[in-house]
């Protein structure tokens, strides 16, 4: 099925930097998920977004849905070795979930 | 609480071959899907269980099935195994109803030589 557009695909950081990633779609969603995957594991739910408009933060992470519901972004701050992984954006319109092809994060001690 | 479990870990299958990988869900999620990620892909949905029913299913052949039992826990069968068949399939699980967010399990790796 139709995936998200999510950017950038790869992301070489500094420790301490902060990060922005962002996932956009022509279709319109009720939710907006992100995740994060690290090596040999499964996704692990970070932050859900319920409304338009809505700004959530889960520690050094926020996320926001998009006013128009099309968009969401993922700022991390502060970053630190631990953020590596790959970070998923997914929408979801009843029980259609769709993801988004991923952000590899890479983070320099 | 423990959260979605899948089993086996590991599984490697020669071309031809049928595959049988389980999941049980969080307690309390009557839902599970089932995904397909490829090596350096996003993931693929490939199937939704609820209530015991087929909800819905990705682009994928028909040698890919499965069903869910009567405890929510779930089977996913891959017959006639291909080369590319070689991947991650992660399970995850969610409460009934439109938007509730998916957990997911850490996967098997299905390998086919």
């Known amino acids: 099925g139709q995936q998200l557009n999510q950017s950038p695909q790869s992301m070489f950081i500094q420790e301490g930097e902060d990060v922005s990633m962002n996932c956009t779609s022509s279709s319109i969603f009720n939710t907006w998920l992100w995740y994060k995957q690290d090596p040999g594991e499964g996704p692990v739910l970070l932050i859900a977004?319920?409304?338009?408009?809505e700004l959530t933060s889960n520690g050094r992470l926020t996320a926001q849905f998009g006013i128009t519901r099309k968009d969401s972004f993922l700022n991390i701050s502060a970053s630190i070795p631990s953020d590596v992984g790959i970070y998923f954006c997914a929408g979801q319109r009843g029980n259609d979930m769709r993801f988004g092809a991923g952000t590899r994060l890479t983070v320099k001690p | 609480e423990a959260g979605v479990t899948q089993s086996p870990t590991h599984l490697i299958k020669t071309r031809g071959q049928q595959a049988t990988l389980r999941c049980s869900p969080i307690s309390g999620h009557t839902s599970v899907y089932w995904y397909q990620q490829a090596l350096g892909l996003g993931l693929q949905f490939l199937l939704w269980?609820?209530?015991?029913?087929?909800?819905n299913r990705g682009n994928f052949p028909p040698r890919f099935s499965g069903r869910q039992f009567p405890n929510y826990s779930s089977e996913l069968n891959v017959n006639a195994l291909e080369l590319e068949d070689s991947a991650l399939y992660l399970c995850?699980?969610?409460?009934?109803?439109?938007?509730?967010?998916?957990?997911f399990g850490d996967g098997t790796r299905l390998s086919i030589l």
């Open positions: 995850a699980s969610s409460f009934r109803g439109g938007n509730q967010p998916q957990h």
């Open positions: 977004l319920y409304k338009a408009g």
């Open positions: 269980y609820d209530e015991g029913e087929e909800r």
